[in-house]
């Protein structure tokens, strides 16, 4: 990242913040992807802040969680300010040693704290804008030192050739590890796509709450079919990936970056009709798996998708009514 960056005027500023929210969508990706590559309550080390023995999975998950928040606060700013909130994203990697991926977190924590906190303002004068930026930096200032624990304690525990989970070499020829992926696909294009919306929409609660309530929905989904990965030989995937020289994998594209609707009539005709194909897919899968924890986790799934179904169609149902044509 480009620093120390100036602002001088509006253009440069929305580059800036742009550049900014390009971080946040990968970093809200890369954590939770290496989280979900990693086994759960095995890696515990003593977080520095919060001063209790914590699972490096879990609180990196959180981390994760943060760092989204970050994204939105990016991307409600930019829509505030008239300008379009970017959905590209920076590159993201996964390394085979599970140390690798918690060094590489830390330093990209170290690099954005330094891009927020070394930024110029020159004719622009924001001071709530400085202060997001300064408050976000302490966020990230935080995460480095709890991913610096982490690395910590697997040193000190002699885990650094530890493995993440790798993918199962199976994966192209079973059925339910085909169907896993393809849903793994469209939840998170569908909450992206939420996300979206909510950040497009949001000069009005209603509609932006109800978007970011059903994209948070998808996003648990996303985590439990991780877990649901694991538990049947595999891991997440990354989408679109390229092999990396030394091992793992990176892509530049593991979301989309456009989405279809322009007014709020096609994005919710579209969030419908997103909901009907993942309902299907739910329908389709359910019967590659007998009774038990995964068929329940996944009936759950599908049923909250229904839910959606009904709220989005009143939604549409009710903006044909009100709202006027192209708004
Ligand atoms: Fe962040
Ligand atoms: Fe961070
Ligand atoms: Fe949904």
Redesign the pocket.
């Known amino acids: 990242m480009e620093e120390p960056y100036t602002i001088q005027d509006q253009e440069a500023l929305t580059k800036y913040l742009n550049l900014a929210l390009e971080h946040?969508w990968a970093?809200s990706f890369e954590y939770v992807i290496h989280a979900y590559s990693m086994p759960k309550g095995k890696y515990f080390y003593q977080d520095p802040v919060m001063n209790l023995q914590l699972d490096s999975r879990a609180q990196t998950i959180q981390i994760g969680i943060?760092?989204m928040y970050?994204a939105l606060q990016i991307g409600l700013l930019l829509q505030q300010l008239g300008r379009q909130a970017s959905f590209k994203t920076d590159v993201v990697k996964r390394y085979p040693k599970i140390i690798d991926n918690l060094k590489r977190d830390k330093m990209t924590e170290d690099q954005?704290a330094a891009f927020y906190q070394k930024v110029k303002f020159e004719k622009v004068d924001d001071p709530k804008l400085q202060n997001m930026l300064l408050n976000?930096a302490a966020?990230?200032l935080r995460h480095s030192r709890q991913f610096q624990a982490m690395i910590e304690t697997m040193m000190a525990q002699g885990l650094i050739d530890d493995l993440c989970y790798s993918p199962n070499p199976e994966a192209e020829k079973r059925e339910d590890l085909k169907q896993v992926h393809e849903i793994c696909q469209l939840e998170n294009a569908l909450a992206h796509e939420y996300l979206y919306y909510m950040i497009k929409f949001s000069e009005h609660q209603d509609l932006s709450q109800r978007l970011f309530k059903n994209s948070i929905n998808h996003m648990r989904h996303w985590d439990k079919l991780a877990g649901i990965l694991v538990k049947l030989g595999d891991v997440i995937r990354l989408e679109n990936p390229e092999p990396l020289e030394h091992g793992g994998e990176q892509t530049s594209k593991p979301m989309p970056d456009e989405y279809p609707g322009k007014n709020r009539l096609e994005a919710l005709e579209h969030t419908l009709k997103g909901e009907k194909e993942l309902i299907e897919k739910y329908q389709g899968i359910l019967g590659l798996f007998p009774e038990g924890d995964i068929r329940s986790q996944l009936q759950a799934q599908l049923a909250l998708c229904l839910e959606h179904l009904y709220t989005q169609q009143n939604l549409l149902d009710n903006a044909r009514r009100i709202i006027p044509p192209g708004n």
Do not use: A, G, I
């Open positions: 946040e970093v943060d760092e970050h954005v976000m966020d990230e």
